[in-house]
């Protein structure tokens, strides 16, 4: 499957297109490839369910905000969509201002609310007078001040948008959270599934069979009775009534490893859903570690004491 | 502790001015009781913590949007809160128009971008050439209308912003999903507890101590041993890195019964942070049923055993 | 495989002799089989292990005494033999005498300890100045009563060995507990598995990986968690020091169901070393439950699923 | 609580007097301590219960037979006895002869069976000629030789046996198992508890309400979650039909340790009977490793916070 076009979750230089430039370097598909921004993630989605992308690229976790639900209802709704890699992305706003600004003419700034709240104890501290104004995007915010389309002297945005914008950095790296980051995912139609690594993530979605306890811990035994750890999980509710969920899952490990094979199976007998969503090489490149009772050379093993156990 | 001065999510009319009311009416206090709609929910939690109110009324979970996080965030960073009682509301919309409005004359209808969601099957059916306009509430449409402050010739609302706002009522109930509710906590300061009714709910945020599976299956075995079932999990990031989560969690029984109180103090020894936020009749009054090896008899007779066994 | 010559522990005309005779009436083997009785469990399930007889008979547990040790043990460190059947007999005593002895002769009864510790209530009451005199078998006391080479006047024995010396019943089932049994299994030399009737069992033997706790939670989990009930469960020590176990265990079900072939594997792996004993219908015949979620049909949409996800 | 007069298992100089001596000379009792060998396991902790002794000391365990079930089910059924120390004792073999008698003049010798079954192998190297004469116990066969009451040459016996009947030791250590042990008990009537030393074992017996898998996985769930560890567990039939057991289990700790109290309270609840034998120093000395959340200070942390939140 060649990856040419990218949808992404616009607009143009967040933070989303830079886990894409990312993506397309680490891949060297820059110079081929064209980036479309979407206007939300359903939208970047669909782009790729009906053919006019390749791929999508759209967040689905925040380390301060948590799970992306729109993402995450997308992914699950769309039910055809197959995560190939992930990409996490430090989420490092700069204040950018158009050349030749000083920093005494910077009597208000722009930013999404989002990004203002991040870097509040930043401008109170550095530029107590400067007044707050709202922009649709942290990018936005670069692109009115590069255009003159704003009241506002200065942009809280990221480095990617300040230069895209032409814009000056009067200071890096300035929000209240500097180990603050967002994980996106890079979403294609079904085909092969990347070739596990040994550092791989399995994402699923599943529904419990019952709102009592008991099911949700039935769930995560398939997985800790199988040796594989989570590295997300988020409730989501399946709409039809209070406290009936569905959960989105990472787990560590490849599906084309026995013991996850195994521990899915479990989770399709005993779930009334199960979405397969991917898996794909962790951005990390972490090794997994196995336990030797659940590693393939172990199940392989026990296979064969089964076979040779039937055969009498 | 009296009530008098409620808070609530604002603004006016809206579902959670219907859950308050339904509160107040279940109690016999809408007499006497003041109520004041908040900006939103950390500052309504907020009026009660600085006391000038006594109680607040925020959503905390809707059937088809799930958990609502900054209710549940504002709760578990104040700590000091408490809920003493929950209010499930159905939400329905009704069609209104001021009084002399024809049906012909709907050319247009506003609502909040969620109340037109649950609505667009039954506009596109009844009223194809009614265009939507968006405003800041459901009840804002209704209030807007009554007020000629808008375009639209029509509102997409609760009743109660219909009959507040002087509204005539065309159409009822003209959500999509007929059993769509959302369910409100009423918040006070700390105080006696609720006194158990046999039908009642426990309210807790735990923060797990690592990001492994068997640390949030751990956490579920406190309450399944001790034959507690839960009715609402929510995972919320503890804003420290990816993977770390805490739980919002509710469980059915008081914490006056022993099953509870040792379940409780095993996810003290276990958790890494753990917020009790309260024990509170359940609003549809199911009683919980009780294993017959964790009632409080049981838990009662194995006290009652070691204290014999230890004198020897 | 034919079955011709079985067997089984001896003397002649014990219990175990009954239960032989049970399973061949059962199969109607009666006609041409010879019975051989062994000097111990041990020899019996040689002498089918060398190919000197088909199978062998031996009893396996007893619902007062608990396991019997040395059939356990030796079906254990043989390895290579498989249960095909189990018979379960009712463990009564009758009180029998040479024909023409009088009640008030019984001056003095014979029977092996473990059936007198079964018979004392009876023979305190209705024989109370009648002297014990031990014999090495039950159905020794009534062989050496009928050759006059004891010096006892009754014998306290099987109804079998009654009938087999040509003894007068005097009194039936005089045995303290009436609803003692003991279970037989049948042991051949591997070959192909009874086939699955709905209502079976498995035996094995499982050593566990070390002596902590959670190591034979773990192995008991690999059952539970696929619906798996026991039916019997013995410790034995493993010979190499205190505090080490294998457990020979009776499962429900028959390993050519999917729920056991995936639980034995998951023992395979986690267990030290795993024996196979047999899957044989159980001898009462009842219905094994099985949970929707472990159904062959339910394994088999599971691996379907596999198939087809991994296929993209 | 005196101590001053032992019942033990006879006859004299076997192994379980062995254990006798040595837990005199570890608390320095030897010297006013009188012995008193008894018939059985039974009548030794009759007479204990019955005031004739202070103390019984019985064998529980060998590492090569597994539990000595006589010890373990008349400890269940007196259920008023309490164990307050354990003994290990290395079961070594001597051959021994009386002074004078020659290497080659070893026709012959006697033992118990038990004993024979272990040193068969030195015995068959050293000595094929030897003829094998079985006694009535290990020490028997020394006293025998000594008297010139049976007819064997030489005694394969506990060095103690030798040493007390003057007899002569030709080989040490003859056993084929040289890591062989027997665990003992020494059983008082109900008294005061022993200390808790860090090093503690406690031990009990627990019947299962129902045959199902669970039960026992319930079981043991008490002591996993709490993070306590088992040294034994023997499955004993309550006598009620198969498939019922009761357990009779070793827990590393001491029932004044907050967490066990908790296991055993929540073994209490779950199991049909439960009967605690006793907490007592280990003969090993190793001391139990506790986890973080389960110690004595975790515990009260969560009592103090529970009481903290009652008061609101």
């Known amino acids: 499957m060649s990856l040419n076009r990218f949808a992404y979750l616009g607009p143009e230089a967040t933070f989303t297109e830079a886990a894409l430039l990312s993506f397309l370097d680490s891949r060297n598909l820059r110079a081929e490839a064209t980036t479309h921004p979407m206007r939300n993630a359903p939208s970047a989605l669909d782009a790729v369910l009906e053919g006019d992308c390749d791929a999508a690229v759209v ?97 809280a945005c990221p480095a990617l948008a300040a230069q895209r914008y032409g814009l000056e950095i009067v200071a890096e790296d300035i929000g209240d959270r500097k180990d603050a980051v967002t994980r996106f995912v890079v979403v294609t139609r079904p085909g092969p599934l990347p070739a596990p690594t040994g550092a791989d993530k399995t994402t699923i979605v ?23 750890n989570m590295s997300r999980i988020e409730s989501r509710p399946t709409g039809d009534g209070l406290g009936l969920y569905q959960f989105s899952i990472d787990l560590l490990g490849h599906i084309h490893e026995a013991r996850m094979a195994e521990a899915l199976q479990g989770v399709h007998r005993a779930a009334l859903k199960l979405h397969f969503l991917g898996s794909y090489p962790s951005s990390d490149g972490a090794v997994v570690p196995i336990d030797p009772t659940t590693t393939d050379e172990s199940f392989a093993a026990a296979a064969d004491w089964l076979e040779r156990t039937l055969e009498g």
Chains 1, 2, 3, 4 share one sequence.
Do not use: W
């Open 206 to 228: 599943a529904a419990l069979r019952s709102d009592r306890a008991g099911s949700l811990l039935e769930l995560l035994e398939q997985f800790s009775s199988r040796g594989i």
């Open 59 to 155: 967040p689905i976790e925040n380390s301060l905000e948590g799970g992306v639900p729109a993402t995450i209802d997308a992914l699950t709704e769309n039910g055809r969509l197959q995560i190939i890699a992930e990409v996490v992305v430090p989420v490092r706003f700069v204040l950018a201002v158009k050349p030749g600004t000083t920093r005494e003419e910077i009597s208000s700034f722009g930013s999404h609310p989002h990004g203002e709240a991040q870097v509040r104890a930043f401008m109170n501290e550095n530029f107590p007078e400067a007044v707050y104004l709202p922009t649709s995007s942290t990018a936005a915010a670069a692109r009115d001040l590069a255009n003159d389309a704003g009241d506002h002297m200065a942009a």
